[in-house]
């Protein structure tokens, strides 16, 4: 082979089935976006292991990242009436989330005009016709604007708006409120990119919050994020012969995402690893239906695993929901499609992987982060949005399994989140920085480049 005919770096992909060729089996047409690719080599050196370790990087995220970043704090039925608000709190800053009497949502600091005090004390839900500090008893309308100031008399140099509630950017997509510290960030649209186009084939905002449990990692909040960006850890992680042809997008310096197909794999596709634990004799259709869950039904001639697992949920939430799936894919019903959206978002449109993750520093430690799951279920046409349950709260030292509502997903997020503690430790004696796939943890580095621009050009938060 001549040097002209060598790979570029960023071209090898493992072998086997790819996902297009899953979705080309698929019983009904795949949403257009599913279909794309978009791939570019990024580079390939190291990442400063300083980045996850050191206080003086996270500072620099604390003052340039946060108040810079789009972030949704809460989904809409958080506020479903006028008075309802939510407090959504990031790293040192707090945000005051309020539904007003005409339906729109504003934002405002949680913070005291006064002299300083923060004014909702719990991160959640609150119910609140205006707002009161604890303090001096200043008060607010429910849109910012004073009520009243107690002894008026000596505040003469409160006038007009001087005093009302700092206001906060705050944008709605998909069933979910965003909010931008940063007055003058562009628009959410434009970090949205092809995520606005594709997720009108998965309206999120007719879904409902089924499960939201809220949990503390023992790590930095990008390494616990990396560990859900790429497919390469299942053969290890959680011993799965499944993951290697996952198909990686990086749409642009905001958005990417993997497409990971479930009941379609070929052994072929494990050559490339070493270990003959993985090497397995292929699965027969039959085999893959059972694994699947499925153990009790006979294929007939044609059927492949995909399709009737696909099916079977189909008639599951029909039955179950009321919800009509029959013109959705069978790569939507099935597959983890895992979109993300700088610097710490998930969004999975899928319909049994369907959750949204949002990974946040836990105030000020560097070792340790929030890590918030939100499992969606479509909702019946035209039906309400019921209340949102209550986060459930898991220390680091819980097992997910301790939140039962997140049914056959909590074992994995134990087996996802075990290795973090290990990945804290060891990055701190590592004498060479983080190593990164071409391909499959492509992501991981676009998130880095991205993150580099905003320390770089970012607005401190005053
Ligand atoms: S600090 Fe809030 S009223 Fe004085
Ligand atoms: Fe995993």
């Known amino acids: 082979m001549t040097a002209s005919h060598a790979p570029r770096p960023g071209d090898a992909r493992a072998q086997g089935p790819t996902v297009a060729d899953a979705l080309q089996q698929d019983s009904r047409s795949v949403p257009e976006a599913l279909l794309e ?9 190291d990442l400063p292991v300083e980045r996850y370790i050191s206080r003086e990087f996270f500072q620099r995220e604390i003052e340039y990242l946060w108040p810079n970043a789009w972030q949704w704090a809460c989904r809409e039925e958080h506020v479903p009436d006028a ?13 005051l989330i309020a539904r007003m009497e005409d339906g729109s949502v504003k934002a405002f600091l949680n913070v005291c005009t006064h002299r300083g ?49 700092a206001d906060v950017r705050c944008e709605r997509w998909g069933g979910f409120i965003f909010i931008n510290l940063d ?46 960006m790429e497919a390469y850890h299942n053969f290890e992680t959680h011993d799965s012969p499944h993951g290697a042809n996952a198909q990686y ?47 009790d039904r006979e294929l007939g001639a044609g059927e492949t695993a995909r399709q009737v697992a696909a099916q079977a949920l189909r008639e599951q939430f029909r039955e179950q929901l009321g919800v009509d799936l029959d013109h959705c894919s069978d790569s939507l019903m099935l597959d983890s499609i895992e979109y993300h959206l700088f610097p710490n978002m998930f969004f999975f449109p899928g319909i049994m992987i369907p ?18 799951v939100l499992v969606l279920e479509p909702l019946p046409e035209g039906a309400d949005h019921p209340e949102p349950p209550e986060p459930t709260q898991l220390g680091i030292e819980q097992s997910y399994t301790e939140a039962p509502e997140l049914g056959w997903l909590a074992p994995v997020y134990d087996e996802d989140t075990g290795n973090l503690d290990l990945l804290t430790r060891g990055l701190k004696t590592s004498r060479k920085g983080v190593t990164l796939g071409n391909y499959q943890e492509a992501r991981i580095r676009r998130v880095h480049l991205t993150l580099e621009q905003f320390m770089a050009r970012g607005k401190a938060f005053r």
């Open 83 to 95: 008075g309802d608000s939510y407090v959504y709190d990031i790293g040192p800053y707090s945000v």
């Open 249 to 295: 997008d990086v749409f642009s310096e905001y958005v990417s995402r993997f497409i990971h197909t479930i009941g379609s794999y070929s052994t072929a596709a494990l050559s490339d690893y070493p270990g003959d634990k993985w090497r397995k004799p292929p699965m027969t259709e039959q085999e893959i239906l059972a694994g699947l869950s499925m153990d």
């Open 117 to 165: 005090t923060r004014l909702v004390d719990a991160e959640g839900c609150t119910y609140t016709q205006g707002l009161t500090c604890p303090f001096h008893g200043w008060s607010w309308h429910l849109d910012g604007s004073v009520r009243n100031i107690p002894g008026q008399w000596d505040f003469p140099h409160t006038v007009g708006d001087s005093h009302r509630l």
């Open 183 to 228: 007055p003058e960030a562009r628009p959410l649209e434009d970090y949205l990119g092809v995520m606005k186009e594709h997720f009108q084939q998965f309206p999120l905002e007719q879904r409902r919050i089924r499960a939201h449990v809220q949990k503390l990692l023992p790590a930095n909040w990008k390494t616990a994020q990396e560990a859900f």
């Open 355 to 372: 959750m949204v993750y949002r990974f946040r520093p836990n105030g000020d430690d560097i070792d340790s982060c929030i890590f918030d």
């Open 37 to 45: 690719q978009c791939y570019a080599f990024l580079g390939d050196e």
